[in-house]
């Protein structure tokens, strides 16, 4: 069993910042990959960044859409359980509810969701 939990959403303006994160039950290493996805009102789930481990470490890709503004990065504490997702230069086509995403022995896990609203 996983738990992801979100944080970290609000309202920001055009052009603003705001760092979200996903805290997991378990260490980050445990899994394959770490997953963040949106979902606008009215619109699809869409996918935003992955978080891979690699033997060397992790490697992150993310979408079109929000790539050279949105880096992903792992706490460096003990436990290294949280995957932070900043997000920079934001616009008001990156609102939606964020979700943190992650398949575990067969099992996919979903956060609750933390939502961002960026005004114009």
């Known amino acids: 069993q996983v738990q992801l939990v979100e944080s970290g959403g609000g309202f920001v303006q055009a052009g603003g910042s705001l760092t979200l994160a996903c805290a997991a039950s378990?260490?980050?290493?445990?899994?394959?990959?770490i997953l963040w996805y949106r979902q606008a009102p009215g619109q699809k789930r869409e996918w935003v960044a992955t978080?891979?481990?690699?033997?060397?470490?992790?490697?992150?890709?993310?979408a079109d859409s929000v790539k050279g503004r949105f880096t992903l990065t792992i706490t460096r504490d003990s436990a290294k359980n949280t995957v932070f997702l900043q997000m920079d230069n934001l616009k008001p086509e990156d609102t939606a509810v964020y979700y943190c995403?992650?398949?575990?022995?067969?099992?996919?896990?979903w956060g609750q969701g933390t939502q961002v609203t960026v005004s114009s």
């Open positions: 995403n992650t398949n575990y022995q067969s099992q996919d896990y």
């Open positions: 378990r260490s980050i290493n445990d899994f394959n990959s």
């Open positions: 978080r891979s481990r690699t033997f060397s470490g992790g490697v992150s890709i993310y």
